[in-house]
């Protein structure tokens, strides 16, 4: 069973979800989601032993907002709150996206509170390319805002269209677009503390047993492949197809590969 629940973090009061039984994970989301995220993952990750904690980062989903543009090092300052009132001494990490980033900090901000880490679509970039999606960012997210003809809402929609296929759901799709603008802060924050964040630099510096997962249809699929070349050492897993909601696509798959390197971690 899903349970959900607060606790307050430095920038307010957090919201998380939480299997309450189990090998603990903590879930982090992609911009501009929230723990809903891993809904369709929560019960199958409990039937393989393993607690599904899912946190919104702060603005996103119902945690309180920063009063400040965040980084991604802000982000992770929340999961050792949630780890201290569920009184979990240590805890696997997984991140999809911007989550892997989160991700990558708290192993790195908090390493006596990780265990093992997952980095499920991680993000090397060259300094142009972050510049360039910084950009991005300022031009097509920073400025968003509704129109008395509600074409704001169709600008979303076709953005989020980018990313179908033909097996795209398109009920989940419309969740996806509720979720990003009915965060507690703006949705551009997330995506901006992406490409403020360099994971190519960072990546060579976790310590921790590490997973890369990624799939193959995934829009920065090629940037996973970079950060194996990264660090050969860490394990790694690929999933045919899927899009950049491979958590909803195959989580049978998904759920596989992660509760497989949180036993082979466990047994070393």
Known sequence: MLYRAYTDGPFGQIHFQDTRDGVPLVLCHQAPLS????????????????RGIGIDMPGFGKSDATDFVPRIEDYARVVPDVLDHLNIESAFVLGHHTGAMVA??????????????????????????????LKYVETEEKGYHPEEDGRHFLKLFANRM????????????????????????PFWYGHHAAFQYDHGKNIPQLTHPTLVL???????????LDAIALRPDFSFAAINGGTIDIVDEEPDQWVAHVSQFIRDTLAT
């Open 162 to 185: 980018a990313y179908a296929t033909e097996n795209t759901d398109w009920t989940l799709a419309t969740r996806y677009l509720v979720e990003q603008l009915s965060g507690l802060g």
């Open 104 to 133: 990558t900090e708290v192993a790195l901000q908090f390493g006596s509170r990780v265990i093992g880490v997952i980095l499920n679509g991680p993000l090397p970039l060259t300094a142009e390319e972050r510049e360039a999606g």
């Open 35 to 50: 723990s809903r995220q891993f809904e369709s993952v929560y019960d199958l990750l409990a039937e393989q032993g393993v």
């Open 214 to 224: 990624t799939n193959t249809g995934d829009s920065i699929y090629k940037n996973a």
